[in-house]
T-cell receptor
Framework: GENVEQHPSTLSVQEGDSAVIKCTYSDSASNYFPWYKQELGKRPQLIID?????GEKKDQRIAVTLNKTAKHFSLHITETQPEDSAVYFCAPAVAPGAQKLVFGQGTRLTINP | DSGVTQTPKHLITATGQRVTLRCSPRSGDLSVYWYQQSLDQGLQFLIQ???????AKGNILERFSAQQFPDLHSELNLSSLELGDSALYFC?????????????FGPGTRLLVL
């Protein structure tokens, strides 16, 4: 099965700075790479995803970059704001076909004012 | 609001008891996934149903079972509860049975076993 690791496990940045979270996976067949955000006490929500036919995708202040050769993808948040404080999970998968998502252990991002 | 509903929101029970958690997927979604999230832990996949049939199993204990009904709502049954079963239980839904579709999570049921 898929082995997924996220780094770092905790990240603290100053408001306005950038944050980068990396997700490493083991299954070379993975072709779907989502990032979920979970605010304290709330449900996980998909914030951005990418498929293996593209190397980068951007949506306002967040972006995801993919390195299929090295089997990792990263979440980039620029101009961080207090509302970006949350736990972020990656969940690479093989699509279609994979029956479940294997989530990384999560990265707790804290934005300091 | 994701469109996925879960009841109850909170549940407090004693060890050895049995509880049922309920999930209604988004309109049109055929897949339901169940996850367990313990304190400061990640999301552990338990089980998936698609259109009434079990499709995938994760680290689900034998004391736990689930089913999806013809109206597509799903129930997760937890029996012989232990202290370690205290956790947040999420269900999620998606349109298809594959994992490459966006999963929409419900608000969760917080279970406390005393």
């Amino acid at each position: 099965g898929e082995n997924v690791e996220q780094h770092p496990s905790t990240l603290s940045v100053q408001e306005g700075d950038s944050a980068v979270i990396k997700c490493t996976y083991s299954d070379s067949a993975s072709n779907y790479f989502p990032w979920y955000k979970q605010e304290l006490g709330k449900r996980p929500q998909l914030i951005i995803d990418i498929r293996s036919n593209v190397g980068e995708k951007k949506d306002q202040r967040i972006a995801v970059t993919l390195n299929k050769t090295a089997k990792h993808f990263s979440l980039h948040i620029t101009e961080t704001q207090p509302e970006d404080s949350a736990v972020y999970f990656c969940a690479p998968a093989v699509a279609p076909g994979a029956q479940k998502l294997v989530f990384g252990q999560g990265t707790r991002l804290t934005i300091n004012p | 609001d994701s469109g996925v509903t879960q009841t109850p929101k909170h549940l407090i029970t004693a060890t050895g008891q049995r509880v049922t958690l309920r999930c209604s997927p988004r309109s049109g979604d055929l897949s339901v996934y169940w996850y367990q999230q313990s304190l400061d832990q990640g999301l552990q996949f338990l089980i998936q149903y698609y259109n009434g049939e079990e499709r995938a199993k994760g680290n689900i204990l034998e004391r736990f079972s689930a089913q999806q009904f013809p109206d597509l709502h799903s129930e997760l049954n937890l029996s012989s509860l232990e202290l370690g079963d205290s956790a947040l239980y999420f269900c999620a839904s998606s349109i298809s049975q594959g994992a490459g579709e966006t999963q929409y999570f419900g608000p969760g049921t917080r279970l406390l076993v005393l």
